[in-house]
């Protein structure tokens, strides 16, 4: 009866921390949305949306070459093919300026560093 009572024990706490886990990535991408809602400037609603965009694409994600930018998602490549490349430079440049991007020698990715200021004091799950 005690390996028994045992192994519920084990599928209880395996339950619990991939409950624990899933909840802690969701309030992740959660912190983000805001985060990236209150940082994205732009004199007008097609700025904003296309540097948010980007700023969502590039969450969790590995570099990103400048050139593989507009092909993250459909709504991009939309937005992108009516603009220039000097648009794009612009947009990730002031990305990188107000912290929601990093630039790597390999492309660029989400700055979600300044985001752990902002959740509870937690220890993050493996792989995230």
């Given amino acids: ?25 969701r ?3 959660l912190t983000w949305h805001e985060y990236v809602g209150e940082k994205v400037t732009g004199r007008d609603p097609d700025v904003r949306e296309r540097r948010m965009l ?14 593989g930018i507009s092909h993250l998602t459909t709504r991009l490549a939309e937005l992108y093919a009516v603009c220039g490349v000097k648009t794009m430079a612009r947009d990730l440049r002031e990305l990188v300026d107000s912290g929601l991007l990093r630039a790597t020698p390999t492309g660029f990715v989400a700055d979600t560093d300044a985001l752990l200021s902002l959740l509870p004091l937690v220890v993050p799950p493996a792989g995230i």
Avoid at 54 to 67: D, G, Q
Wanted: proline share 5%; charged share 20%; net charge negative.
């Fill in 54 to 67: 980007i700023a969502e694409a590039l969450f969790r994600r590995e570099p990103v070459p400048k050139n």
């Fill in 1 to 25: 009866m005690t390996r028994f009572l045992s192994y519920c024990a084990e599928g209880f706490v395996t339950g619990l921390t991939a409950q624990l886990d899933w909840i802690y990535d």
């Fill in 27 to 29: 309030q992740f991408q």
